[in-house]
């Protein structure tokens, strides 16, 4: 089970100056604070298939018509109190998925994502030309590629090697969050802010997908930057604080609590 990084510890001697230790690194990327992003709800989306056994006969379906599946999922971070929040949806109390879904068999693949990305996070209604332009997603760098080696649960970050037709491929994408965003959940989900330190190394709670997300972050440097635009602090960073604990943001109304719940737990069983 993840914990808490210990406190950290003012010094009163100066750090030891080493020779820089930085090349080869990914461009450094500017995290905004949770505190820049509005977050409200929107109607309800229900799960197309009542259970894992439906889902996978679905699959088996779109393999016969037009072979495998394509699945997008975004990783969107920002930071609080300088430490990197993952966005993330918790559906009935018990699993948790990145927002995004499989994509139509003709969609094309960015294209196809952002919209999928839409659907789950973008606000309805009327609004106004900026907040429209607004709902365009910044999709960056492919982080990771998971493989559906057949019509079951398991998937895998990698292809076996007697396998030479998967079902499905899910790749992991970081979404560049700007600098202010407006974004809606379902009313049947909530909408999380859950820090890299409970992620790391939780498997047994977050499945082996979303637990492995600190991983793919590691190869970036990050700067945080505050309310007014300018930079707190940086990679390797200060002192994380008590106050750093995954936060609902949105979501999750007491109506929509138990609805799914049994498809939620069967779900969950496609991260373990």
């Known amino acids: 089970m993840a914990t808490v990084p210990p406190k950290h510890q003012q010094s009163s001697v100066p750090a030891t100056e080493t020779l820089p230790f930085n090349e080869r690194q990914q461009p450094t990327i500017r995290l905004f604070p949770l505190s820049n992003y509005t977050f409200g709800t929107k109607e309800t989306q229900p799960e197309e298939d009542p259970s894992v056994k439906d889902r996978l006969r679905r699959l088996e379906e779109h393999y016969d018509k037009y072979g495998m599946r394509r699945t997008c999922e975004g990783i969107l971070v920002c930071h609080e109190h300088n430490h990197p929040h993952v966005l993330m949806l918790q559906i009935a109390n018990a699993f948790f998925k990145l927002p ?41 760098d492919t982080l990771a590629q998971w493989y559906r080696p057949n019509f079951e649960t398991f998937m895998y970050p990698f292809l076996p090697p007697h396998v030479t037709r998967p079902k499905e491929c899910k790749k992991l994408y970081y979404i560049q969050l700007p600098k202010a965003k407006v974004l809606s959940v379902p009313k049947n989900m909530k909408l999380l802010a859950v820090p890299l330190f409970e992620l790391y190394d939780n498997s047994q709670r977050y499945g082996p997908q979303l637990s492995a ?9 990050w700067e945080f930057v505050d309310e007014e635009g300018e930079v707190v602090s940086y990679t ?35 991260q373990s």
């Open 100 to 140: 995004g879904d499989y994509l139509p068999h003709d969609a094309e693949e960015i294209q196809g994502f952002k919209d999928r990305l839409n659907e789950r996070l973008a606000p309805t209604g009327s609004l106004s030309a900026a907040e429209a332009a607004d709902l365009d997603w910044n999709v960056s």
């Open 213 to 221: 997300i600190p991983h793919y972050l590691s190869r970036y440097r």
């Open 236 to 270: 390797p960073g200060g002192p994380i604080d008590e106050k750093v604990k995954t936060k609902i943001l949105a979501g999750g109304e007491n109506g929509h609590a138990e609805a799914g719940k049994q498809e939620a737990n069967d779900e969950a069983m496609q």
